[in-house]
């Protein structure tokens, strides 16, 4: 068990390593950029993963989120001249109280109707993003959205600022997403997964952790939007589409419900993909789908979705005085 | 005064009247035993006791507070915790990550203690293990502590239900059929069990179609059928009660 936990840190210190200094191996602009999207996906994963792979509620409506914390981004920064990190932060809270605002009145609503719900919501962004020119600039989209600048350092391609920038923030939502998660707040999420009526009989709130992971997920994915913005300097309403929220589900799905480790190789893997595959970019759909049902056959729980077989740690020694039953076996 | 009392309560499903005009109450430290034919309405009472169900009629009093009505998960704040006949456990987690479920009302730290992983939040989450981890020792859990609650068999499955429990802090439990699936060994392990929760300050309210248990650990017993109360009594007294006997098994001659 403690090799395996040595193997495990082994391959995460790697993986850092590798990340911090893949600049040097002397990539492509457009093989960098490639990567970046990566860590933007890994993150809408993980933003996902909390509603999806940790509580349960199935949202088909992710990339209203994204879009509205790319807008924010963008339009404060465009319109009122301020500076990335403060915008990226409006774009956030924006994607956040989003969250909130569908949270509080879906709640209630289980499986399929939640879904529903938020396939609608993300309808209704878009059609806003169409018709609200004034912030959003209609159909023609927004261009010229400034690269980030932090204390004065333009953060571009180039000088690889913007993939450092990218991992900088995957780094500080992984970490989000784990400290939260391994804390009363994700065994609660876990637990209301697992059975709803038994986790109110423990005398928890379930709508209001229902409510707190919307927030959480939006809000990641607000992130993920308004850095995504800043990327690409051009964002119009048909980078936020239906498929986009489906791309992101399969992510999760494909590389583990409920784990971080599977948020990274789901990405990864579903990026690459029509990158190596050019010619099956227009059936991408159709080989995503057969991904899916094969992996609801063979792998549910997705490729990187095992259960831990590492002994739970309690801190300090238990006594052995406590017990009031000798069992004989 | 009574830890737990109801009056008169009713409560229909359509047509169908599964708990009708029951009156009951149980006493600090006590164990009492509800007893009845299957169908009697005997889980519909736990239900309604622990708020899942709201009665039609009549009142049910905690500590001589009305707690009828109030939201299910504002009882356990009352002090009232419960098992499930036909097991609720949390099975994609740990075993003691169920316990710590449990024991969350009583686990104070807030959202940011967690993700910025204060000081507090280590010291309350450690103490929290420590004592979940005695606990399901004390249920002789302690080997299985790390393992995954759909991987325990049945018996263990109903102690861990009994154990997360007992982690909200409630010292009154509802037990529902907790021997049900359980060996002859282990259901003389949760006898000892149960009286051993009574020496530790626990009032305990047992469904449970074992009778050596039933008759072993309570205090008094209630017999229902058909939603109605159709004796009560201590143990021996029910024992030889001929009307119990008809109902429960539909059969004077035999004995329980
Ligand atoms: N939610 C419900 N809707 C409709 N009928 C119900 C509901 N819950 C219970 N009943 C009915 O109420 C009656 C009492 O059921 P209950 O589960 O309380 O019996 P019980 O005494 O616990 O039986 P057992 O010993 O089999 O567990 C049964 O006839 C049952 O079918
Ligand atoms: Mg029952």
Known sequence: MSEKFTVDKIVIASIILLLLGLPLLGFSQYVMRIVI??????????GLNILVGYTGLVSLGHAGFFAIGAYGTAYFMIQHSVGFIVALTIGTLLSG???????LPTIRLSGTYLSIVTLGFAM????????????????????????PNILGYDLNLANHGIYY??????????????TIIHSKIGRTLRAIKSDELATTMMGIHIDRYKI?????????????????????????????????????????????????????????LLIIFPEIARPLMSWRFVVYGFVLIIMMHFRPQGVLGWRSRRKYPIPGEVKKSYRMVEVEE | MNLLRAENISLSFGGLTAVNDFNFYINEG??????????????????????????????????EEPIDGLHARKIVSKGIARTFQNIRLFSDMRVIENVLVGAHINTDYSFF?????????????????????KLLESLGLEGRLSDYADNLSYGEQRKLEIARAMATGAKLLLLDEPAAGMNHQESEDLRVFISNLKNLGYTILLIEHDMRV???????????????????????????????????????????
């Open chain 1, 37 to 46: 999207l990566m860590g933007i996906y890994t993150i809408l994963a993980l």
């Open chain 1, 97 to 103: 109280f989003m969250g909130f605002v569908l949270g």
């Open chain 1, 124 to 147: 209704i962004v878009q059609v806003v993003i169409m018709n609200w020119d004034s912030v959003t600039n209609g159909t023609l989209g927004m261009s010229q959205i400034p690269k």
């Open chain 1, 165 to 178: 920038l990218m991992l900088f923030l995957l780094g500080l939502v992984t970490l989000g997403c784990y």
């Open chain 1, 212 to 268: 707190l992971a919307f927030v959480l997920s939006a809000s990641i994915t607000g992130l993920a939007g308004g850095f995504y913005a800043t990327l690409s300097s051009y964002i119009d309403h048909n980078s936020f589409g239906f498929d986009l929220s489906i791309l992101i589900l399969c992510m999760v799905i494909l590389g583990g419900m409920g784990t971080i480790r599977g948020m990274y190789l789901g990405a990864a």
């Open chain 2, 30 to 63: 006590q164990v009492v035993s509800i007893i009845g034919p299957n169908g009697a309405g005997k889980t519909t009472l736990f239900n309604i006791l622990t708020g899942i169900y709201k009665v039609n009629q009549g009142k049910i009093y905690m500590n």
């Open chain 2, 113 to 133: 203690d967690g993700l910025f992983r204060t000081k507090r939040f280590y010291e309350v989450e450690n103490k929290k293990k420590q004592e979940g981890a």
């Open chain 2, 214 to 256: 039933v008759m072993n650990v309570s205090d008094y017993i209630y017999v229902m059928d058909y939603g109605k109360k159709i004796a009560e009594g201590r143990p021996h007294e029910i024992q030889s009660n001929e009307a119990v006997a008809m109902a429960y098994l539909g059969d004077s001659e035999v004995h329980l």
